[in-house]
């Protein structure tokens, strides 16, 4: 079975300082994807990040880079010069070989410090 | 461009009626899915479709079932509400990455 753990429920930053939102993973597949997503307050789900297990270079997209750590089974988000539209839940996620399904951690809110 | 949307976007029932939300995509991707968000819990997945009339049971399945007759529709009846099934349920298609598009949510509420 596999497990997203996101340990902080909620954080503050300040605007323009960078974050890092923590996940960690547990799987026993040795081929598998991790994403983040942002849900703002008005509710939708918006694809962030993509990293492959086997990918040697973290993922970056804009501000947003994934910091791969695969020993430690972790897939930390780092969000850079944070903005007050940056305030959302933000959560991990893991689709191993096991069909084609998603696994979501529990989530972290960040709260952006004008 | 919402290749995925879900109906209705709010609903109010009563306990012990059925309630049936629907998923209708325009993307034509097989496989469908339908995850429910509560507080702390992330989104869990229900049931998923890996094609027409073919679905799958997901982490917390009990108390709700699915059909998919067509390759754009994937609805989740609960078959007699309950208030633990208060929730936000959101429909999800997938992606040639591996991820998800997700629908906008129904926000359900059992009284």
């Known amino acids: 079975a596999q497990k997203i753990t996101q340990t902080q429920p909620g954080m503050f930053v300040q605007e323009k300082e960078a974050v890092t939102l923590d996940c960690t993973y547990d799987?026993?597949?040795?081929?598998?994807?991790l994403f983040w997503y942002k849900q703002p307050s008005s509710g939708e789900m918006i694809f962030l990040i993509y990293?492959?297990?086997?990918?040697?270079q973290n993922a970056t997209e804009g501000r947003y880079s994934l910091n791969f750590q695969k020993a430690r089974k972790s897939a930390n988000l780092v969000i850079s010069a944070s903005q007050l539209g940056d305030s959302a839940m933000y959560f991990c996620?893991?689709?191993?070989?096991?069909?084609?399904?998603?696994?979501f951690g529990g989530g972290t809110r960040l709260m952006v410090k004008p | 461009d919402a290749g995925i949307t879900q109906s209705p976007r709010h609903k109010v029932t009563e306990t012990g009626t059925p309630v049936t939300l629907r998923c209708h995509q325009t993307?034509?991707?097989?496989?469908m899915y339908w995850y429910r968000q509560d507080p702390g819990h992330g989104l869990r997945l229900i049931h998923y479709?890996?094609?027409?009339?073919?679905?799958d049971k997901g982490e917390v399945s009990d108390g709700y079932s699915v059909s998919r007759s067509k390759t754009e529709d994937f609805l989740l009846t609960l078959e007699s509400a309950t208030s633990s099934q208060t929730s936000v349920y959101f429909c999800a298609i997938g992606t040639a990455q591996g991820g998800y598009t997700f629908g906008s949510g129904t926000r359900l509420t059992v009284v």
């Open positions: 996620a893991m689709k191993g070989n096991a069909g084609n399904m998603l696994t």
């Open positions: 993307e034509n991707h097989r496989y």
């Open positions: 990293q492959g297990s086997y990918d040697e």
């Open positions: 479709s890996y094609g027409v009339k073919d679905t």
């Open positions: 799987t026993s597949d040795q081929s598998y994807g």
